[in-house]
């Protein structure tokens, strides 16, 4: 079981062993924006993708926990500190929740790539103008 824990951390939403470096790339990312500095143009094109990626793998977990709580009953015995008689129907209420959860997360990605589409189609003409190149002078 603990071999199962420890390959479910490291998958990806489609079931293949995740990369840690988007889940790196966007703690820069948000430690950049923290910052206040005005994000580079790369910068910009990267945060669509990344934060998709992070979306996914938060949507993966929440399937895992659903996964997980509908088995918990039987792994263990369980009470519900609220002295409810039947933990379970919180554990029904914990699936629930996770579903929407996944579906939330599931139409935040669609406008992360689709922001993430949007801006990668931005791009800078002349990083450098040359002030006189634009109106024709020369000295």
Known sequence: MLEDLETSRSLSPKGLPMDNQPLTRF????????????????????????LSEVILTAAALAIRVEAESATLGKRYV?????????????????????????????????????????INRIVQTDPDPDPDAATGQRE
């Not at 206040?36 to 910068?43: K, V």
């Not at 039947?86 to 689709?114: G, I």
């Open 27 to 50: 703690g820069e990312l948000v430690q950049a924006a923290a910052e206040l500095r005005p994000l580079e143009l790369a910068e910009l094109h990267e945060i669509g993708g990344v």
């Open 78 to 118: 369980l009470r519900d500190t609220t002295g409810d008689p039947d933990p379970e129907a919180r554990l029904a209420e914990v699936r629930q929740r996770m579903r929407r959860m996944v579906d939330l997360l599931h139409k935040a990605d669609l406008h992360a790539r689709r922001s993430h589409a949007a």
